[in-house]
């Protein structure tokens, strides 16, 4: 699985770097099809979104997103 650097709006939709998504997943990055797929470390996929190489290209979009980083929890229960 390839890490690649970018982008991507996760299900809470804050933007999220593909090197640090947080919530101990792992990251796959598929550039031309513009997606990225999170899994648990068994690899159950938890996550699907598109890849963006540019917080100007989530923009671009129409997508407001505030940027967090990986220690950001992923949600908490009261969110569900």
Request: aromatic share 12%.
């Amino acid at each position: 699985m390839a890490v690649i650097p970018g982008f991507f709006i996760d299900w809470n939709g804050k933007a999220r770097r593909t090197e640090d998504a947080g919530g101990g997943f792992v990251v796959d990055v598929d550039p031309v099809a513009k997606y990225v797929a999170l899994y648990t470390e068994n690899g159950t996929l938890m996550h699907e979104a598109t890849f963006y190489k540019s917080l100007e290209d989530i923009e671009k979009r129409g997508i407001k997103a505030s940027l967090v980083d990986g220690a950001m929890p992923w949600g908490v229960k009261n969110e569900w």
